[in-house]
């Protein structure tokens, strides 16, 4: 065994691992990733891929093939509750039917949009751009069955096919997952709400375009006592997920063979007619909790491993993305010298409350989905649908379509998605106070916060702000601000060999409506600094000079 046999090691090879080890190869570090499965699960499971995941992706270069792979937009912003889906509509979200000022903010916010792609293929465009990039082995069928931490490197044991060998290592990335066993082989407790309950997914192919050709929708909430559930269109045409409760007590996925799955989708449906291809069947557990440290030693946990949410808000996989690209560079730099270990220590200060806030509002969007008969008040609800007395039934659906229209926050929450602030200068999440706004998002240039995005012409292309940033850290003046090109290029010697890009907006960029310095609020000779991230490090309003808050930074300082 050699001293060091890799940089990183990443444990699990799902959307959050394989993130891990392209944001590491972005930055030249190599990495090697054990998943104990054979290949990528072709069970869709998450789907939203949100604002600030494809503005990743984008960066990445990932972000048109991710597109191409999704389910059309006109599909993908329509919420549909019914009795079954042949039956009567009970009301309705459209999100590109909203408040106008919402859809202008998400448009004017980001040069990407939130769009729907199941979990599969993202993963499978991960991993074609692990590989491409040639900086990542994977290796499947292969445990790891034990990580020893030394203080000064790990040794990971995994074993396939051919036996057991050991791994010398810095570091581990745990991305296995909320049941990958990682997380409590380290003794990392959880902190958050008991079980919510549990879930039963089944995978089907079914042409439904009968009942959907009119009314398209991603989501289909149905209400019924026959098979009540959740209908999820995964490629808009024939991949769908049905979704309902499971009583782990009595029963287990091993009681639902394919032929009665089939006759559950038809119930759903509400048809004899329609032949269904069971594909597969899964269980999850709905939970709302966080890991109460994201680090143990030279062991750090990621994605479901750190947390686990809700599915409503569809923050699960987003927030693992944006785990991964945090902790990405910060390993990069300590790995090349360019910083302290003490820089690991801001991943979970900066990420975990992120992960508090966002599994605070899942809680809060499942909570309110019983208000529209989603939850443990189903079968009364149902029933009194269905019942003898047309006059309750009539009351129920006019009560319900009533508490439609609030539930937008829990599909449209663009604060949730691009408006947290690392650091003291956001809100603490919320938890000593009212929640801010999910869906009201302005865009701030205090440190820490992402960088807003605004057009710009490059070389005669319109280009977004974020596509100006580098794998290092990008230094962004107004027009008169070129001489703090120097102050930078003496501060990034603390930070020799890491990517760097001075950026001088009227020199190498141009904003055509003159809205670029006021919104980055640099005007006319000011400037910010750009971490890795693309969260901001440093802004000239600030007390400190560049220099010295970009070594506090790499030397993990946290914020005063």
Avoid at 87 to 108: M, N
Wanted: aromatic content about 6%; proline content about 6%.
């Amino acid at each position: 065994m050699n001293d060091i046999d890799v940089p990183v090691v990443i444990i699990g090879a799902g959307p959050v691992g394989l993130a891990t080890a392209l944001v590491l190869g972005r930055h030249g570090v190599r990495s090697v990733v054990f998943e104990q499965y054979g290949g990528i699960n072709p069970h869709p499971r998450a789907h939203i891929v949100n604002t600030r995941s494809m503005e990743l992706f984008r960066a990445w270069g990932i972000a048109d093939a991710v597109r191409a792979d999704a389910v059309d937009p006109v599909s993908a912003g329509t919420i549909l509750w019914k009795q079954t889906l042949a039956g009567e509509s009970l009301g309705r979200i459209g999100l590109v039917e909203g408040p106008e000022d919402q859809l202008l903010r998400r448009i004017h916010s980001s040069a990407e949009q939130l769009i729907s792609c199941a979990q599969d293929r993202v993963q499978q465009h991960l991993l074609d751009a692990v590989l491409a990039q040639g900086m990542a082995t994977v290796r499947y069928n292969t445990t790891v069955v034990e990580v020893t931490d030394h203080g000064d490197s790990v040794d990971v044991t995994v074993e396939d096919v051919s036996g057991r060998r050991i791994l010398r290592t810095p570091y581990v990335v745990a991305a296995d997952g909320a049941t990958g066993g990682m997380r409590d082989r380290l003794g990392i407790a959880m902190d958050g709400s008991p079980v919510l309950g549990h879930q039963l997914s089944i995978y089907f192919h079914a042409d439904l375009s009968p009942w959907t050709r009119q009314d398209p929708a991603l989501l289909i909430w149905l209400i019924n006592s026959a098979s009540p559930g959740l209908l999820i269109g995964m490629d808009g045409v024939r991949r769908w997920t049905f979704q309902r409760n499971l009583d782990p007590a009595v029963e287990s996925p091993q009681d639902y063979p394919p032929e009665r799955c089939a006759q559950i989708v038809r119930d759903a449906v509400g048809t004899t007619e329609l032949d269904v291809d069971i594909r597969s069947v899964g269980q999850w557990t709905m939970t709302a909790r966080t890991a109460e440290t994201y680090r143990s030693g030279r062991v750090f946990l990621v994605g479901d491993a750190a947390h686990q949410f809700p599915p409503t808000g569809g923050l699960g996989m987003n927030s693992g993305l944006a785990d991964a690209d945090n902790l990405g560079w910060k390993l990069a730099a300590v790995l090349a010298g360019r910083a302290s270990d003490a820089l690991l220590d801001s991943y979970e200060r900066e990420r975990r409350p992120v992960a508090v806030a966002n599994a605070r509002h899942s809680m809060l969007n499942a909570i309110k989905m019983a208000e529209v008969g989603i939850g443990p008040e189903t079968t009364r609800i149902a029933a009194r649908l269905e019942g003898a007395d047309p006059a309750v039934a009539a009351a129920e659906r006019r009560r319900i379509a009533e508490a439609i229209p609030p539930q937008r926050p829990h599909f449209d929450a663009l604060n949730q998605e691009i408006g947290y602030v690392y650091g003291p200068a956001r809100q603490a999440d919320g938890v000593d106070g009212p929640p801010p706004s999910a869906t009201d998002y302005t865009p701030t240039v205090v440190p820490g916060a992402r960088l807003p995005h605004a057009w710009v012409e490059r070389d005669g292309e319109r280009v977004s702000t974020h596509d100006l940033l580098v794998p290092g850290f990008t230094l962004i003046t107004g027009p008169g601000g070129a001489t703090w090109a120097d102050a930078f290029s003496e501060a990034a010697e603390t930070g020799e060999g890491m990517a760097k890009r001075t950026v001088v907006i009227g020199r190498d960029v141009t904003s055509p409506d003159g809205h670029c310095p006021e919104l980055l609020g640099i005007g006319e000779d000011g400037a910010l600094l750009v971490r890795p991230d693309g969260h901001i490090a440093w802004h000239s309003t600030e007390g400190s000079s560049l220099a010295s808050a970009l070594a506090a930074l790499l030397h993990g300082a946290a914020r005063p």
